[in-house]
């Protein structure tokens, strides 16, 4: 492979970091006269944290909560968790409405810590790092991602957040993917989310599940469930699914609106289910 960097002299590299590769291979080379001391490397290795949620948002309408792990117990020591929240369009708006919060106090917020981002990753565009137990006020963006990063350090938890993220706007998608909100990781305890499917001009609209793993059975799904409602969150029932679905399966609802409501209770976590909708006339 072609080396990323190649290294010599006396003023150490600045830190780098590699993404997307499963392998690092770092190769020294000597010659046959001159040596000095040689060099020292610190590395770090991380990936998706099992708390992470990244598959969150929808077309306008949508809604859901992002709550701390264990909340509204106390959250764990020496995490990082992300969340995104796409919207579809950057002419959408997201908002974020900070329902509970309590994160360790510090006038720098240097402990715990939770930090709001415009964009789609926890680099770039920051626009607030919040601790203590005051609820920061509402954020509202035209845009298509917005993005969070919660971090605790080794000692003082606290009960943490509970966050409602909204979209609204006027740019709906013709067709698009729903996915549990860590899918292809399992997803979380006491999850709320539902996502608005309103392709426009549709009168019928297709639901095809490639994916779909959650706890429970059929027709009670009393723990985890998938429900598709007809219009908004309040609209007549169509369907309710929970189990493990060996293959993809299909329908087709006459629509022009659906609602696809995600929920799950406080104990036992599956892979979840992926989700693509079409408008289907
Ligand atoms: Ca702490
Ligand atoms: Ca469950």
Known sequence: ATPVRKYCGSSTPAP????????VYIQFSTDGS?????????????GPSDCDQLNLGGA????????????????????????????????????????????????????DYLQVFNGPTTILGSIGKYCGSTNPSTITRTTSYMSMKFKTDGSVTRSGF?????????????SGTISSPSYPANY????????VIKPPGATRIQLVFT???????????????????????????????????SASFT???????????????RSIVRSGFRCVYSRYN
């Open 16 to 23: 780098i970091t590699i993404t997307g590769q499963q392998y």
């Open 34 to 46: 001159v040596q000095r001391s040689g060099f020292r490397i610190r590395y770090t290795i991380s």
């Open 60 to 111: 306008p309408g949508s809604t859901g909560l992002i709550k701390s792990p264990n909340y509204p117990d106390n959250y764990p020591k020496n995490i990082e968790c992300k969340y995104r929240v796409n919207s579809g369009s950057s002419s959408n708006w997201i908002s974020l409405y900070f329902l509970a919060f309590n994160v360790e106090p510090n006038t720098q917020c240097r402990f």
């Open 162 to 174: 509970n966050v409602r993220y909204s979209i609204t706007g006027s740019y709906y998608p013709s």
């Open 188 to 195: 979380h305890n006491n999850a709320e989310n539902s996502y």
């Open 211 to 245: 994916n779909f793993i959650l706890e429970g059975s059929e027709p009670s799904c009393q723990y985890d469930s998938v429900t598709i409602k007809r219009g908004t969150t309040h609209g007549t029932q169509l369907d309710k699914f929970c189990g493990t679905k």
């Open 251 to 265: 329908r087709t609802y006459t629509a022009t609106q659906l609602t696809l409501m995600f929920k799950t209770d």
